[in-house]
């Protein structure tokens, strides 16, 4: 009898032990290094008339969700970001943000983004008051010369984007034993891509501080040729993960 007992607590132990490492596995920190850029340009052949420069960004807080293989599902959020600068971002990635969240292999994972308001980069005085996110580019007539377009989201839309590996997989590995690289990509080129000439050279024009004529898309400029950009950004824009 005594040797059934100790038998029994040995099994139990070996349970209990096994799943406190499943489960220590289960809560291991990652640390993600959050990037964020311009998608480059395609070669494909046809008139383009779009040039991507840069964009600004003030991000206001981030929220991942993610389901894993095994283990719970993640809601991961960080506390709002309140004391940083609106962030640039161009065609070369740039760190915008690092933390950790549990290792594992994710079926599923998105990324969430909430904006603030980046009017202090001074380009249109209050016009930018309610903007969290802008891109810059230039538009070239046919005659060779040219305008700048500032696309402007309003800072009350929630961004919201899938996440791939780099083969464009949605299964993502995050391993504890690697600094992981999550590259928010935005694709410029494909968002202004079903952009006509006579819909940009018939849209209302506006002046920066210095009185030089600009194309101002806002929800509250050019409204039509906002909804279209922005719904074409949510569809094309992603996360990748290295």
Known sequence: ?????????????????????????????????????????????????????????????????????VGEDILFETDPITNLPPVEFNLHPEIISEFDIPQGIYTFMRWNFTLK??????????????????????????????????????????LRFSTFDPDGSTRIVLSEYKIHEVNLLLDANYAFQTISRTSIENAVISNDLQGKPVILISRYNNKDLYEHILNRISQSARVVVF
């Open 117 to 158: 308001s980046i009017e202090t980069l001074g380009l249109f005085g209050t016009d930018l008051q309610n903007t969290g996110f802008v891109i810059w580019a230039i538009y070239e007539y046919s005659n060779e010369s040219s305008i700048s377009i500032y696309f402007c989201i309003d800072k009350t839309e929630l």
């Open 1 to 69: 009898m005594l040797l059934y007992k100790l038998k029994l607590a040995i099994v139990i132990l070996i349970f209990l032990l096994t799943g406190c490492i499943e489960k220590d596995e289960l809560t291991r920190p990652v640390r993600i290094q959050l990037k964020i850029g311009i998608a480059p340009p395609d070669d494909s052949p046809g008139d383009r008339y779009f040039y991507f420069n840069w964009g600004h960004i003030g991000v206001y807080g981030i929220q991942v969700e993610g389901k894993r293989e």
